[in-house]
């Protein structure tokens, strides 16, 4: 892993941007790599967390004069932050591994179902990055005066670009940088939530009466069956709350040894943090009878009235460091996007629904290709949508309710399965199923309520992500078909040639160390290697020696800890001083959008290679037979 200096403008550039390339063999690397409890907190939890700034502004505003019944609806967010919360527990318990919502769905139901679970999570990882750093620049320029508000769709793409050259540094570095955001906003939204219960401790047994009475006067006003409706619509309408408490079943990876210990620390970190502030953000609402702004967010009219009376200077001061950290928090809370939306990626490129190099690891190892993904995706929404915080929190809430309604689907189901096995299977069966019920139910509501508002815009989107990953893993199947054949054949006229050696009793090849070496990379004993020897053997008559040398590919699947790595190790050979080649297999009238699916392996091989100063050959095979 260790390259000469750049010494081009690009190579400067990235080693100033990027860094400089890691060394697997350090045996300290996933030390450098991983993340504890605390750290993975402010990594992932900054999705859940940042979702306090607008989540109950939602359900707030729905109510309308009856806002009193907010604090039901607190009390009904914190009930199902518990209870979701407690089920992705059980999932990290059962994929220590990670994957999350699509790991579960493929597992547990089928293929199939688990694409889609997992198109669904990149989506919702895709609007998580344009959502929160849109809503982040709107807190932002509540500080600012309206004529300034031309500017915030610059700053919103501008702010997607930083996060993509801070991810593509390491996830570690990018946490780093951003903790002290993290800790501002913790700190100062604390202090915001026990200070107003403290100044207002005798009015509260007040605000309790009110929500009684405001709700016996709705009731009259509007029905029973109106009052649920607006309560259960209050309610869904706060969906977006909940996104990110399943980052931790995708990303146990990243997570320090023990993993299991690791990720279930942070889910109670994020738990207890996300349920804490958003009860505590709804009731203070009630405290200060807050009435919705047009141009400010909620957050910035309740600290108007929380600081009156501070004096100019103290009331301003905390004000924009509140709201300041609020919009930073948002810009972190992309995070969870960066992090989860890749690693969904390549669990599902490594099953042939992606394509295999968003499996391929950076030299900083990250998965570079889901970075760049996730973040241009994000942009174009962004663009698209023009940064309007109103229009993305429509199609943000949709698509994590499909996950989360999959992946507790297949729960209830392995429960049930393991019945007669598992002594406390009743409990876990209670939990995910509740977590079923639920889940479900908050699905229908956002999309009945949403679907004519633009909700329809993300089915259509996941639904046009779910036929290309099909077309996509119909290609890799057709491949893989083209390969068994070749390689059938291959086996063949080598058991043939083989058979033909033993009955004349051919003597056994002899090292010529004056001879010239073809060293043949393989990936193991396949027909495109043996193919490959036998057109250098053909075409290249002065080599007498062949060695074939596996090559180790470090890639998301394989770089989980070093006893991976030392396996791999254990699988592969050096040899210097010789001239490689390596056999690139030609699909028959592939499109250029077919060829892009193939990891370009032979192609880094050589630029490798090339760094050392050995020659590699790419020998073209053909497929001769029709599928």
Not at 117 to 141: E, H, K, P
Not at 282 to 293: C, E, K, R
Request: aromatic letters at 14%.
């Amino acid at each position: 892993m260790n390259l000469p200096r750049p010494k081009s403008y690009r190579g400067i550039l990235k080693m100033f941007f990027i860094g400089k390339a890691r060394d697997i063999y350090d045996e300290k690397i996933f030390h450098k790599v991983t993340l504890i409890a605390f750290f993975a907190w402010i990594g992932l939890g900054s999705d859940g967390l940042s979702s306090s700034c607008y989540g109950p502004e939602e359900s707030f505003r729905v109510l309308g004069h009856h806002y009193h019944l907010s604090i039901f609806i607190a009390l009904g967010i914190a009930v199902t932050i518990f209870l979701i919360g407690s089920s992705y527990s059980q999932i990290i318990k059962l994929f220590p591994s990670g994957g999350g919502g699509y790991k579960v769905a493929t597992k547990l139901l089928s293929a199939k179902v688990g694409m889609v679970s997992g198109c669904a999570l990149i989506v919702d990882y895709i609007l998580t990055i344009a959502m929160s750093v849109s809503s982040g620049t709107d807190a932002l320029f509540s500080l600012f005066p309206p004529e300034y508000q031309y500017f915030k769709l610059f700053i919103a793409i501008g702010g997607v670009c930083m996060l993509i050259v801070m991810n593509l540094r390491g996830v570690k570095e990018s946490v780093f940088s951003l903790m002290p955001i993290f800790i501002l906003f913790v700190l100062t939204h604390a202090f915001l939530i026990i200070f107003s219960i403290i100044l207002h401790y005798r009015e509260i047994p007040g605000v309790c009466i009110q929500s009684v009475n405001d709700f016996r006067q709705a009731r009259q006003s509007l029905g029973l069956f109106g009052i649920l409706a607006l309560m259960m619509r209050s309610y869904s309408m706060g969906a977006g709350t909940y996104t990110g408490l399943e980052a931790v079943s995708n990303s146990v990876p990243v997570l320090k040894d023990p993993k299991v210990k690791t990720g279930l620390l942070t889910m109670r970190y994020m738990i207890f943090s996300l349920a804490i502030t958003c009860m505590g953000l709804m009731f203070t609402y009630s405290l200060f009878d807050v009435i919705p702004s047009n141009v400010k967010t909620l957050n910035a009219v309740l600290l108007d009235s929380f600081t009156l009376g501070w004096g100019e200077g103290w009331a301003i001061s905390f004000s924009w460091i509140t709201l300041f950290a609020e919009a930073a928090l948002l810009f972190i809370a992309a995070q969870t996007g960066f992090i989860d939306g890749p690693r969904v990626i390549s669990s599902m490129a490594q099953d042939n629904w992606f394509p295999r190099r968003f499996t391929v690891l950076s030299d900083r190892l990250v998965t570079q290709n889901g970075v760049l993904f996730m973040g241009l995706m994000a942009v174009v929404i962004v663009m698209l949508t023009k940064g309007s915080v109103r229009m993305l929190v429509v199609l943000y809430s949709i698509n994590v309710f499909i996950t989360f309604s999959l992946s507790q689907a297949g729960m209830v189901r392995h429960w049930w399965q393991e019945r007669r096995t598992d002594r406390i299977w009743l409990r876990h069966l209670f939990i995910n199923g509740l977590g079923f019920f639920i889940t479900v139910f908050i699905l229908v509501s956002v999309v009945a309520v949403k679907f004519t508002e633009g909700g329809w815009v993300t089915i259509v989107i996941t639904s046009s992500l779910i036929g290309l990953v099909s077309y996509i893993k119909n290609h890799y199947t057709y491949s893989e078909k083209l390969i068994c054949r070749m390689n059938h054949r291959m086996f063949r006229k080598v058991d043939a040639l083989y058979a033909c050696a033993v009955k004349e009793e051919m003597p056994t090849p002899v090292y010529d160390e004056k001879g010239r070496t073809a060293v043949i990379c393989v990936s193991g004993y396949n027909g495109l290697g043996i193919q490959t020897f036998f057109k250098v053997k053909d075409q290249f008559r002065e080599y007498t020696n062949f060695i074939f040398l596996e090559v180790g590919i470090v890639d998301s699947g394989n770089f989980k800890g070093n006893s991976e790595l030392e396996n791999l190790r254990n699988q592969i050979s050096k040899y210097p001083h010789s001239i490689f080649f390596v056999g690139q297999f030609i699909i028959p009238k592939a499109t250029a959008f077919q060829r892009l699916l193939h990891n370009q392996t032979q192609l880094t091989i050589q630029n490798r290679l090339s760094h050392k100063g050995f020659i590699l050959v790419m020998v073209p095979i053909r497929s001769h037979s029709n599928v």
